[in-house]
C-alpha cells in the first residue's frame, strides 16, 4: 500500500463557466450538495492525501471558506485566487503547498473521479515521476487544418484521452512551471516539453468534466446510478 512521503493535492477551481449559461458550475448541485464539496471530498476522505490547495475564482473566497469550515475540510490548508489561465491558477497552488514532494492535480469540475484514481496515480508516478489518468478515445478522431479538410486519421489504438488526477513529483512540476513559456492547457503537457517521461494510468469515463448544463444531468445519473448518498 502506498504511504511513503507526503502528497498535496491541487484543485483547480478558478474557470469562468462560460458555457454554463450564466450558472456557476462548481456550485451547481450534484446529489444535493455543490459539485465543489464532491470533488473536495474525494481527497478530504482520502488515506494517502495530506494537504489540499484550492484555487478558486475571484469573488468566490467568502463563500469557499465558508464551506471550509462547514465541511469540516481539516487537510484544506489555504484557499487562493487563481489566474486568467488554468495553467496561472496551477502556479498560484504549487507555490502554497508545503512539505510535499508528491503534488496531485485535480479539476474541481470532476466532482465523479473514482476514489482509486489517487491511489492509482500515485502508484504509476513512481516508475516516472509524472502520471496522468486517461481513457482509450472510443470516437474516430480526424486531424485537419484550417481550411476544414482532413489531413489524416491518427489510429485509435494510439489515441487516450487526458483526465485528471495528474500526479507529479513536486520537483519536476515545478521545474515545468518555472520554464514556462507556451500556453497549456494540460499539466502533463508542460512536463512533456521538458523532456521528462510521463506515465499514463486508467481513468474512468464517468470521470466527466462538468462544462455545459447538460454535463450536469449527466453527472445526476451517473451519482444516482453509483448509489452514492445525498450527504
Not at 502506498?2 to 477551481?13: C, F, P, Q
Not at 496531485?104 to 496515480?121: E, K
Not at 489531413?151 to 487526458?162: D, I, M, S, V
Request: hydrophobic share 45%; with cysteine; proline share 6%.
Amino acid at each position: 500500500m502506498y504511504k511513503s512521503e507526503r502528497v498535496g493535492a491541487i484543485i483547480v477551481a478558478a474557470g469562468e463557466s462560460r458555457r454554463m449559461n450564466g450558472v456557476d458550475k462548481l456550485f451547481a448541485p450534484l446529489g444535493g450538495k455543490p459539485v465543489i464539496v464532491r470533488t473536495v471530498n474525494l481527497f478530504q476522505t482520502s488515506e494517502f492525501v495530506d494537504q489540499i490547495i484550492l484555487v478558486i475564482a475571484e469573488g468566490n473566497s467568502d463563500t469557499v471558506n465558508i464551506l471550509v469550515v462547514n465541511e469540516g475540510w481539516s487537510k484544506v490548508s489555504a484557499v487562493v485566487t487563481g489566474g486568467e489561465r488554468r495553467q496561472d491558477s496551477v502556479a498560484a497552488g504549487l507555490k502554497s503547498i508545503r512539505d510535499c514532494p508528491w503534488v496531485v492535480i485535480h479539476d474541481g469540475a470532476r466532482p465523479l473521479a473514482p476514489r482509486g484514481l489517487i491511489l492509482s496515480g500515485l502508484i504509476a508516478a513512481e516508475e516516472t515521476g509524472s502520471a496522468v489518468a486517461a481513457v482509450p478515445v472510443t470516437d474516430t478522431i480526424k486531424v485537419v487544418e484550417e481550411d476544414m479538410l482532413i489531413k489524416g486519421t491518427p489510429p485509435r489504438r494510439f489515441l487516450w484521452a487526458a483526465q485528471t488526477p495528474q500526479v507529479f513529483r513536486y520537483a519536476i512540476i515545478l521545474k515545468a512551471y518555472l520554464d514556462l513559456e507556451l500556453e497549456a492547457t494540460d499539466d502533463a503537457a508542460l512536463v512533456e516539453r521538458l523532456g521528462f517521461p510521463v506515465k499514463l494510468y486508467p481513468g474512468s469515463y464517468d470521470n466527466i468534466k462538468i462544462t455545459t448544463p447538460s454535463d450536469i444531468t449527466v453527472a445526476e445519473a451517473l451519482w444516482r446510478k453509483r448509489g452514492a448518498p445525498e450527504l
